[in-house]
């Protein structure tokens, strides 16, 4: 799953770096009063005002043939595995992954840059002089799919819209927007509160942009299979509900000689099958029903490509390198069940998993212990605070642990025996501690009550990984279970925080906002149906961190808040960290070309591959 990005402060009182960096609203590096083609985090742009393409794309590429895949990010709620609805910006229902490509937004984000955006739908912006407005300025050209004209009465409904009955990934960046208006035809502004950050707008101008005239008339809901009109590269095609979708590359399209979509969008057709389970997807790709997969099965990159098109060299087996964003997998204990809350309880549980033996006997020893909440990046502590992560962890000194202040927590290695005798006896001890005691093989608490914990999954792969972990717990006296549900059902209780233990992969940001720890880690998510908060996390400490994201003005001022961050989320065990890959593990059949090296922010062949005509037929896929 890909992860989002958003912001917010309280002031906190403090040591005077602590001060400097917290108590006062930094000043964007951005020009003010003046149209710009383009906007930043931290005011450094690669490309100018008159630059005609990003680097990483190919211009010469042909518009030609069908991508066929299965995708391994998705966005708000959509769904790989089925789909009952086609509007993608919902917090019900399982959309198809991909739907945002039949829309366009005001800006786009660079693939080789940590965090800029281009205009596409605005050639310019305009910040005003308190940096609280933003003023775009549409391309006239801009039209939906039927033919009639964008405007800026079409964005500011879009924000309307979105803000009162959006996902929360796209409502909670809005909450400090207090008007969307259209100045004229070709103008949108949009204005906050002046509570928001001053690097808000990078996430929000990044947002689809909806017709007003089509959804004046449709419900805003999930219970519709009709199309919603877009404006993008691509619009719905062939629809079979929970099977098929295919997007078909708009001729037409208006934007096509943009900039910032020159030399990308190559496919003339973008085709997406549901498969109720991993190995059936698997099974399709071998017939080659489908042309690329990201293998996400240890077992089955280790032992299952020896089939005869990989033999005969019609398929590629390869690893691209991952991509310089935070990411987090890692296990949700659901706080709102009160026997979760004790960080004994989650701690004892986390020591159950013998990631050693897990890595060995089941990934083929593919994967990496993850320890952070912002794996693979610089964002993630290490040792003891530095100067500058102690100057924002001390004014929160009486909410925090002391542990937050020594060496950042790290869950202990085991034995790789599947069942290591001193870290078992390590979670009864802290069972104990928090009041669980063992009865007749059970823990249980002084109201008699046994503690049960059931793993909600949704694919057979995770019955695998789970079951010796289950058997841990059970020896400690945990009633442990695995339940498996369909991905509709596993979607629909996620969202309603329906769950004892959950799994969750993320894709963070390059540069992470407040918005998007707001989502995950912010009080303030923690009762919204369908956010990312799913431990229920509430501290006062940790908002206060996720708040401290507003005010950076520097790089290194935010990797010094993330860390901080990152130290308090560990010794929380909010989310237990579990393991990840350190590269791309894809498999495809030989008929696709494709510029390297990737770009280190993003990874989409379904954007930026083509399809090779004389590779194609040489392995009879022409």
């Given amino acids: 799953m890909r992860c989002f990005s958003r912001r917010d402060f309280l002031a906190l009182a403090g040591s005077a770096a602590a001060t400097t960096l917290l108590s006062t609203k930094a000043l964007a590096a951005v020009r003010t009063g003046e149209p710009l083609h383009g906007l930043s985090a931290f005011g ?251 293998e996400a099965t240890s077992r ?113 290695s085991s034995d790789g025996s599947g069942r290591d005798r001193k870290l078992l006896s390590m979670a009864r001890k802290l069972f104990t501690e928090a009041g669980w005691k063992p009865s007749s093989g059970k823990l249980q608490n002084e109201r008699g009550e046994t503690f049960g914990l059931e793993i909600l999954v949704d694919d057979e792969g995770f019955i695998r990984i789970y079951s010796p972990w289950v058997e841990n717990m059970k020896a400690i006296g945990i009633d442990a279970s695995l339940r498996q549900v369909d991905s509709a059902q596993h979607q629909a209780r996620q969202a309603d925080f329906d769950f004892d233990l959950i799994s969750m992969a993320l894709l963070f940001s390059p540069t992470p906002t407040r918005e998007g720890m707001d989502g995950i880690f912010h009080s303030k998510s923690a009762k919204l149906p369908g956010s990312r908060n799913l431990p229920g996390t509430v501290d006062p400490a940790v908002d206060a961190l996720v708040e401290a994201i507003d005010k950076v003005t520097s790089r290194q001022e935010l990797t010094s808040v993330l860390r901080a961050l990152d130290r308090v989320l560990r010794v929380r065990m909010d989310w237990i960290p579990s393991w990840y890959s350190p590269s791309h593990r894809n498999a495809f059949w030989d008929m696709f070309g494709f510029r390297e090296p990737k770009p280190d922010y993003g990874f989409a062949p379904e954007s930026l591959w083509w399809f090779d005509e004389q590779k194609a037929k040489a392995i009879g896929k022409a």
């Fill in 44 to 294: 450094d742009l690669k490309y100018g005002p008159e630059f005609e393409n990003f680097d990483y794309v190919n211009l010469e590429a042909p518009k030609a043939g069908t991508f066929n895949f299965g995708p391994s990010q998705w966005v708000f709620n959509q769904n790989p595995y089925t789909f009952n609805t086609l509007n993608s910006f919902v917090a019900k229902g399982d959309s198809p992954p991909r739907m945002e490509m039949c829309f366009d937004s005001l800006m786009v984000s660079a693939l080789d840059e940590p965090d800029a955006i281009y205009g596409l739908l605005a050639k310019t912006v305009t910040v005003a002089a308190d940096r609280n407005s933003f003023e775009f300025a549409l391309r006239r050209e801009a039209r939906f799919h039927d033919g009639s004209p964008l405007t800026a009465h079409d964005a500011a409904y879009t924000y309307k819209l979105l803000k009162e009955q959006g996902h929360p990934d796209l409502s909670l960046p809005l909450r400090e927007l207090t008007e969307a208006a259209a100045v004229d035809d070709a103008t949108l502004r949009l204005t906050f509160s002046g509570k928001q950050s001053d690097r808000t707008i990078l996430e929000v101008a990044t947002f689809p942009i909806l017709s007003k005239a089509y959804f004046e008339k449709v419900p805003f809901d999930s219970a519709r299979m009709e199309p919603p009109l877009g404006s993008g590269p691509y619009k719905v095609g062939l629809v079979r509900a929970g099977q098929t979708i295919e997007l078909d590359r708009v001729a037409d399209y208006w934007g096509r000689d943009v900039p910032v979509n020159r030399g990308i969008n190559h496919f003339d057709r973008i085709r997406i099958e549901f498969y109720g389970d991993r190995q059936a997807a698997f099974e399709a790709f071998k017939k080659g029903e489908v042309h690329f997969r990201e």
């Fill in 300 to 412: 089955i990159w280790a032992t299952g490509y020896d089939f005869p098109a990989l033999k005969a060299g019609k398929v590629v087996k390869r690893e691209f390198p991952s991509e310089k964003r935070p990411s987090m997998q890692a296990i949700a204990l659901n706080q709102r069940r009160e026997r979760f809350s004790d960080v004994r309880v989650k701690q004892a549980i986390a020591l159950c998993f013998d990631f050693e033996w897990t890595n060995r006997s089941l990934f083929y020893g593919l994967y990496e212990r993850s320890q952070s909440c912002f794996e693979k990046s610089e964002f993630e502590a290490a040792g003891m605070p530095a100067p500058d992560e102690l100057a924002l962890l001390e004014p929160l000194r009486d909410k925090l642990p002391a542990a937050v202040f020594g060496e950042a927590f790290r869950l202990p």
